[in-house]
């Protein structure tokens, strides 16, 4: 059975830190992507990650993977309140499993 | 395209009751997703479905749930009959095919009382 974890699972920084989200997950596939939802909506897709070393960049967030640590890391660069969100990440082993998610939240 | 369209929005239904799901996939896409949302449980993958035919539906709670694609563009997500356990937000989502994101409804928030 696939299982996909993340942590942390809760997370509060001030704005202007960095800090990194971790995804580890027990298959071998390479396919891996990022979300975000806020409270109360749907999952908005952020990044599609399809091979190993893949590494994509979007404002302040860049996710990367690594298939062979079977690792993702989404790092957040100088946090602004915007942010804030509950951000997913989810293996596509033939079918969609997705992480616990990582509650972000960032404080003036 | 306006995406993928789930109805209702909000269902509120009486214990022992029947609901059913809905939801329509973007055109084109020939994999679709069930997803159940609590806090406790986080987001469950229900059923998946490709070109069509059940793929995967371990994650199917019980017997009272069941799923069916009558076409290509349509999927139908059926409790009957209904427990306050089910509450939750269930989401579809649909993809182009394997190796592709996922795209998602906006939900369907079910209470049951």
């Known amino acids: 059975e696939l299982k996909v974890e993340q942590n942390p699972l809760f997370l509060s920084m001030q704005e202007g830190k960095n800090y990194t989200i971790y995804c580890n997950y027990s298959?071998?596939?390479?396919?891996l992507y990022w979300y975000r939802q806020d409270p109360g909506k749907s999952l908005e897709s952020l990044f599609v990650l399809l091979s190993n070393g893949a590494v994509k960049q979007e404002g302040r967030l860049m996710a990367s993977l690594d298939t062979k640590a079977r690792l993702s890391t989404l790092h957040i660069t100088a946090a602004v309140h915007d942010l804030s969100a509950t951000y997913f990440c989810a293996v596509d082993d033939k079918n969609f499993v997705f992480g616990p998610g990582t509650r972000l939240s960032v404080l003036p | 395209d306006a995406g993928v369209i789930q109805s209702p929005r909000h269902e509120v239904t009486e214990m022992g009751q029947e609901v059913t799901l809905r939801c329509k996939l973007i055109?084109?896409?020939?994999?679709l997703f069930w997803y159940r949302q609590t806090m406790m449980r986080g987001l469950e993958l229900l059923i998946y479905f490709n070109n069509n035919v059940p793929i995967d539906d371990s994650g199917m709670p019980e017997d009272r749930f069941s799923a069916k694609m009558p076409n290509a563009s349509f999927s139908t997500l059926k409790i009957q009959p209904s427990e306050p356990r089910d509450s939750a937000v269930y989401f579809c989502?649909?993809?182009?095919?394997?190796?592709?994101?996922?795209?998602f409804g906006q939900g369907t928030r079910l209470t049951v009382v």
């Open positions: 055109s084109g896409h020939n994999s």
């Open positions: 298959t071998t596939s390479d396919r």
């Open positions: 989502a649909s993809s182009p095919g394997w190796g592709t994101e996922a795209f």
